[in-house]
Antibody, heavy 123, light 108 residues
Framework: QARLVESGGGVVQPGRSLRLSCAVS????????LHWVRQAPGKGLEWVAV????????HYADSVRGRFTISRDNSKNTLHLQINSLRVEDTAVYFC????????????????WGQGTTVTVSS | SYVLTQPPSVSEAPGQTARITCGGN??????LHWYQQKTGQAPVLVVK???GRPSGIPDRFSGSNSGNTATLTITRLEAGDEADYYC???????????FGGGTKLTVL
């Protein structure tokens, strides 16, 4: 059974950095593209970034490009999201999700989701 | 960038049919997906590729997509269908995933 487990969230001061991780089990990690999606308190889903099966192709939402870096370690079945220069508006639950595709275009939806890790940016 | 528009809320009685719309420019040309998110839980894919049903999703959930509007239809409504529903596409022009703003379904 496919499983995604996020970690690394917490309470962080504005301007600091944070690295989120997503540990994967139950499927061939290196065969799928993976996304990060976030949800601010009481708000809707906001897509953050996607990385192709081999890490060679990445795309970001306009709102995070330049501050966020998505990466993956196929030898450790782990996805990462490096968040720099944290802002109050980055406060959200961050979900990692599995796409049905390996490379873009990502036409087939996100069929597996983790339970999320909470990032709170506050002074 | 591409925009998907959903009504903020939809309400229907148990046993009835709920229809949730998702509007976008020529959305019928795109592959559209629907997610259900219950309070405090992660989203679940309920319709993929306009009208496909992932394994384990009841046949009460169906989708259509044409012109400028996609529709998620849920028949024989149950209390357990109360949730937020989001539509989503891949925008090849910007190489980004786009979500609709979400619709809160209330089963009265």
């Amino acid at each position: 059974q496919a499983r995604l487990v996020e970690s690394g969230g917490g309470v962080v001061q504005p301007g600091r950095s944070l690295r989120l991780s997503c540990a994967v089990s139950g499927f061939t990690f290196s065969s799928y593209a993976l996304h990060w999606v976030r949800q601010a308190p009481g708000k809707g889903l906001e897509w953050v970034a996607v990385i192709s099966f081999d890490g060679s192709n990445v795309h970001y939402a306009d709102s995070v490009r330049g501050r966020f870096t998505i990466s993956r370690d196929n030898s450790k079945n782990t996805l990462h999201l490096q968040i720099n220069s944290l802002r109050v508006e980055d406060t959200a639950v961050y979900f990692c999700t599995r796409d049905k595709s390996a490379v873009p275009p990502y036409y087939y939806g996100m069929g597996v989701w983790g339970q999320g890790t909470t990032v709170t940016v506050s002074s | 960038s591409y925009v998907l528009t959903q009504p903020p809320s939809v309400s229907e009685a148990p046993g009835q049919t709920a229809r949730i719309t998702c509007g976008g420019n020529n959305i019928g040309r795109r592959s559209l997906h629907w997610y259900q998110q219950k309070t405090g839980q992660a989203p679940v894919l309920v319709v993929k590729g306009d009208s496909g049903r992932p394994s384990g999703i009841p046949d009460r959930f169906s989708g259509s997509n044409s012109g400028n509007t996609a529709t998620l239809t849920i028949t024989r409504l149950e209390a357990g269908d109360e949730a937020d529903y989001y539509c989503q596409v891949w925008d090849s022009d910007s190489d980004q995933v786009v979500f609709g703003g979400g619709t809160k379904l209330t089963v009265l």
